[in-house]
């Protein structure tokens, strides 16, 4: 069947047919560990695991592969078969045909699953030898890239989790939330959880701003995003303290200026979108940023609306100058943050 997308992969496995052979992988290791767990009991019942279900954490050689893979499930329709981040880089020329011809020949009782929990793992670009491993997964039964949800199915949820435990939220909380998560729904159910614990002892069951901010750590993209923003409006005192608080929190010097100059190409990339009529979509795909990245152009396309190319650009060459610097230089690398902060907030905005 070869590729196919999540919504034919959940009806795939509520029909109970299954395939001999699931790929699973994407940026959202919550979707991928989520399915193959229904995978598991769509295929085997708990009562019947001991007997039917083998997990391997790499994988095995292949002969060991194929002596669970050809024997007969006892008391459960299925055997299953967990292999956890497969990789064929230790595989020798006589494994990997074996490998091939195993693949070729999933008895139909079997379901043999092949799941990457590594987030940045992809089909694409891959070397010569994994890529023709992959695609004899694939061909032996189907693929699914798990994907993170935009941020409007994010903002949808997060609402609808809040309401099946008893709390609301307002849909611009949900949706800051899901970003102070960074999108990852593996985070944002663990921030969910400790929210509603946090409310249960009160009789106001509305989920508030303050309550995110109290409860949520701040992650560093977030910090530097509202770094930007008292920037943006002159007030300097406030940008400084928040770049001491995260110094304060021993954030290594160079991973600031990494973000923060990060977040300073965005913008630029965004502004040169507004002003050649592009929609954020259109300059997500221009540069190629990834799915769960996009939000990331969103919130730049409203802050760009109101700063100039000029100023932006003008913001980068200061950035420039100090990555340049940061490994030549004696002088300390907060020092040389702080000093391109108080050049940006001395810079005409318009």
Known sequence: ?????????????????????????????????????????????ESARDMNFTKFDKLPKADELSDITDNLPFFSEYKCVLIQDPDPAGLDISETKKYFELLKNIPETTVLIAAQR???????GLKEKPKKFFDALEK??????????PQLKLAD????????????????????????CGGGLTLLQIEIEKLCAFKSQSTNKEITIDDI???????????????????????????????????????????????????????????????????????IEAFKYAKNRAFVVENAYRSAKNLSKEYLGNCLAILYDVNRLVNSSKISQRLMIERAVAEISALPKK
Do not use: W
Request: glycine share 8%; proline share 2%; aromatic share 8%.
């Open 213 to 283: 901010e109290a409860l949520v750590p701040k992650r560093l993209e977030t910090n530097i995003y509202n770094l930007s923003k008292e920037l943006f409006a002159g007030r300097t005192g406030n940008a400084m303290r928040i770049l001491d608080i995260l110094f304060t929190q021993n954030t290594d010097a160079g991973v600031v200026l990494s973000v923060l100059s990060g977040h300073f190409i965005d913008l630029y990339r965004a502004k040169l979108g507004l002003l050649m009529k592009k929609t954020a979509s259109e300059t």
């Open 118 to 124: 590594d987030p940045e793992f992809t089909l694409k």
């Open 1 to 45: 069947m070869g590729k196919i997308n999540e919504a034919q992969l959940k009806a795939g496995i509520a029909s109970g047919k299954l395939e001999r052979v699931y790929l699973l992988y994407g940026d959202e290791d919550f979707l991928v560990k989520t399915y193959v767990d229904k995978i598991i009991s769509a295929a085997v019942p």
């Open 140 to 149: 032996a039964g189907v693929s699914c890239e798990l994907s993170r949800l």
């Open 157 to 180: 949820m997060t609402i609808k989790k809040f309401a099946g435990a008893g709390f609301e939220i307002s849909y611009q909380n949900a949706c800051y939330l899901a970003s102070e």
